[in-house]
């Protein structure tokens, strides 16, 4: 029996597991012992992965769709040549943009490295990522205020806290190992706090719940800060030696007065107050964020009110503080500074020739190859298609058709794609159902790479089962392509995952996210390394648990914070009349994972899982509206379409809500195309809706 330890490829906790393989199964896997992330535990997704196995067809080869609309098998190297010469000959006929791609957040840092090279160093195509629907809000908050996307929290600051302040995160459901963290916390004394509209599960395990109305965080967030600095409960030091532009906030927030907020939130005045109280008594503060706040239209506002809290009470770079944003996926952090989309690897910014200039010259380019702008962003994409102005569309690991907001809108985009090249590990996805070309790829227990988790950490993932023939990676369905497009010399230093984290490496010298001090081997059996990790200070950062800004020095030219601020918005998609209640939508259960491709293969996830679209409604609301348990309702949106869901009733959504988990497609049927104005992230958490009672009769198979 052979033991690899490789890294969990949901969530953004990146867990480390054993996989026991004996001729060639999983025969166990147990969550890896001493592991500073989730040491010896794990959640049944994890435990899960190799459940996946049975369900990638053996052997399977790409597939080309004939003019007939059937799919025909062909072998990989027709497949790449095919879709290499659809790509050169739309942009000779349409232009240069007229191709793209849609990245993920989901695979390893050199599998979206290359995709990033071949489509936009050599293509100049855009090519935007899944992480846009989750972390870009988070991602403009940090570099806006940070001068870098760093968040510089590490794991166990969550042990370390008095005063846990969760906004709009359910990590009980969500991430498990953050809240099995929290539940090690030996803090005397210590407070759970939750900001939610719904009561989640977190907010029932919480001492404090705070069930603000949807949308008004920012409002709160600022009054808070404006009751502060009037009971002068700050951090004067601080403030002064770390940050800029204090004076004109504390200018600002003073028309954030208590009454308003009672008014615009829905909590009480003691509420607030008590709130206030919270943060000023708390010695070591921090606060979580998650998709309740990225997912709005003020939604880099409102993350970066959260980081002004967390500056003007010096609750930053200290064990358990900060202002920690919540990552989603696996690699979110790695497609973040790695991926070529909205900044050059390694970060920083295109316009930028200096950058340009020291990538060009690690990765042995032209400088002329490297992008002079970030990617379109993922609407303009679909906007692009829908306008006919873009004609190919290669997407890897997502599954927009699911998961895009307003999602008939990628329906109808793909349509009328010329070239739709779908690159998933199974052929089943609704992504796939108007592919031109689909590439059937391994899943990662078959294939090697590298993760960064939420708190900056890198671990390898490390092949645990041999492939069979016609078995590729992601890595080399990308290389292949390549290849095939001619690219030559340019592909020199990319022959192998390894070699390209070796590129990768080169490109991260002397920025934030520093990791020249690790190797390939290093990762191989370890406890994963946080960035920066620059060589030459090795001994000095040997810690294994590492938080940023623990000397006040930020990554902006004056090396301090910025607050950053502006007014409220006023709701561009408010509840009316016609469309009185809030739709929101997120995570349903531990072991659902989004468009469930996956989690559904796991017998014993399924078995448990409602199998059709639900939602949960308030018990009043039903009452009033005469609909029971698991009786079926119509919901119109403001967007203009409708989906049936069936009724669970609770009381842990308010009147005015439901509460759809996001695993069915029909949830994003219905939410609208409405974006943070900075970081172009959906507004998938409270679109206005109505319903009625289903009169139809549905046929309940038994
Ligand atoms: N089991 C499971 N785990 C997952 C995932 C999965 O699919 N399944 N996905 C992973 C990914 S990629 C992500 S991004 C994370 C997401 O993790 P979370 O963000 O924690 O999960 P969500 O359920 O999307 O949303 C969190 C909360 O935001 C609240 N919310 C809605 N509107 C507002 C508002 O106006 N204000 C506030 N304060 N809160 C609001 C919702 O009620 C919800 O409870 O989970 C990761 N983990
Ligand atoms: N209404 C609503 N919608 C949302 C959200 C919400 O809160 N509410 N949350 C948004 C967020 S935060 C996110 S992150 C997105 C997620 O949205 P998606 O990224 O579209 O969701 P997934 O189901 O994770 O899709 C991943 C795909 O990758 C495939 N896959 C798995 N492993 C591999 C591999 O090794 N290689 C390849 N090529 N494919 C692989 C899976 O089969 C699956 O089809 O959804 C967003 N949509
Ligand atoms: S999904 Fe997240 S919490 Fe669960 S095992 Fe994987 S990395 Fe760990
Ligand atoms: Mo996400």
Redesign the pocket.
């Known amino acids: 029996m052979k033991k690899v330890q490789s ?9 480390n ?1 054993d996989f026991y393989v004996e001729n060639n199964r999983v025969v166990k896997t147990v ?1 890896t012992k001493g592991y500073p ?2 040491d010896g535990f ?6 899960s ?1 190799d459940k996946q196995q049975t369900a990638v067809k053996p052997n399977a080869l790409p597939k080309i769709r004939q003019a007939d609309g059937t799919m025909k098998e062909v072998s990989w190297e027709e497949a790449f040549t095919h879709v290499a010469d659809k790509l050169k000959a739309l942009q000779s006929k349409y232009g240069t943009e007229s191709v793209a791609g849609i990245s993920t957040g989901q695979l390893t840092v050199e599998e979206f490295a290359i995709f990033g090279h071949v489509m936009r160093n050599y293509l100049h195509a855009n090519v935007d990522g899944n992480t846009r629907l989750c972390m870009a809000t988070a991602v403009v908050a940090h570099k806006q205020s940070y001068g870098f996307d760093a968040p510089g929290f590490t794991l166990e600051d969550l042990e370390l806290s008095d005063t846990i302040i969760f906004i709009g995160a359910n990590p009980v459901v969500a ?3 953050v809240w099995g963290r929290v539940r090690q916390n030996q803090v005397p004394g210590h407070k759970i706090v939750v900001i939610d509209p719904r009561k989640s599960e977190t907010a029932m395990n919480a001492d404090y719940w705070y069930g603000l109305k949807h949308r008004s965080d920012l409002l709160l967030l600022y009054t808070v800060a404006n009751l502060l600095i009037e009971k002068d409960y700050l951090d004067h030091r601080f403030i002064e030696d770390h940050t800029e532009h204090f004076e004109e906030f504390s200018r600002f927030v003073k028309s954030y007065t208590l009454d308003r907020a009672v008014e615009g939130t829905g909590l009480s005045r003691e509420q607030i107050l008590e709130l206030v109280e919270l943060i000023h008594r708390g010695k070591r503060v921090s606060f979580w964020w998650t998709m309740g706040v990225n997912q709005g239209y003020e939604a880099v506002r409102t993350a970066q009110a959260i980081i002004n809290l967390a500056l003007m009470t010096g609750n930053i770079g200290k064990p358990g503080t900060g202002a920690n944003s919540i990552t989603g996926q ?1 690699n979110a952090m790695g497609s973040r500074t790695f991926s070529n989309t909205s900044a050059p690897f390694g970060g920083g910014e295109f316009s930028d020739p200096a950058r340009r200039k020291r990538v060009a010259s690690v990765l042995g380019v032209d400088e002329s190859m490297i992008p002079q702008k970030p990617t379109k962003t993922y609407n303009e994409i679909i906007e692009g298609i829908n306008a006919g102005e873009i004609k190919g569309l290669w997407i890897l690991c997502t599954n927009p058709r699911h998961s895009w907001v307003n999602n008939e809108t990628f329906a109808s985009a793909v349509k009328k794609l010329e070239l739709f090249v779908v690159q998933d590990i199974y052929d089943t996805i609704e992504s796939a159902e108007d592919c031109t070309v689909f590439f059937p790829v391994v899943p990662g227990l078959k294939k090697e790479g590298t993760y960064i ?1 939420m708190e900056r950490r890198l671990s390898a993932m490390r092949q645990v089962l041999e492939r069979e023939e016609n078995e590729i990676s992601d890595y080399e369905a990308v290389l292949g392509v390549g290849k095939a497009l001619g690219m030559g010399e340019a592909l020199k230093g990319w022959e192998t995952p390894r070699d390209c984290f070796n590129l990768m490496r080169e490109c991260s010298r002397g920025m934030a996210c520093d990791f020249t001090g690790v190797t390939w081997e290093m990762l191989e059996n370890s406890h994963g390394i946080q960035w920066p990790y620059p060589e030459g200070r090795e001994e000095e950062l040997s810690a294994e648990q590492r938080r940023l800004y623990g000397d006040g020095q930020f990554f902006t030219p004056s090396k301090k914070a910025q607050f950053v601020f502006e007014e409220v918005m006023e709701n561009p998609l408010p509840t009316s009349e016609e469309f009185p209640y809030i739709f929101n939508t997120g995570r349903g259960s ?1 072991g659902q ?1 989004h468009t469930q491709s996956r989690t559904k293969e796991v017998k014993f996830v399924e078995d448990v899982s409602v199998k059709d679209a639900y939602l949960y409604m308030n018990t009043k609301l039903a009452k009033e509206k005469g609909i029971r348990e698991t009786e079926r309702i119509r919901v119109y949106s403001v967007n203009g379409e409708n989906a049936v869901f069936t009724v669970k009733v609770t009381d842990n959504v308010g009147y005015g809500e439901l509460f759809a988990p996001m695993h069915y497609i029909e949830c994003n049927k219905l939410t609208p195309s409405l974006y943070d104005a900075y970081s172009r992230e959906p507004s998938y958490k409270a679109t206005p809706v109505r319903f009625e009672k289903c009169e139809e009769v549905f046929h309940v198979p038994n």
């Open positions: 890294t969990c490829n949901y969530c953004g906790i990146d867990c597991l969550p992330v989730n794990s959640c049944i997704k994890g435990l992965l991430h498990p190992i696996c988790n531990v994972w």
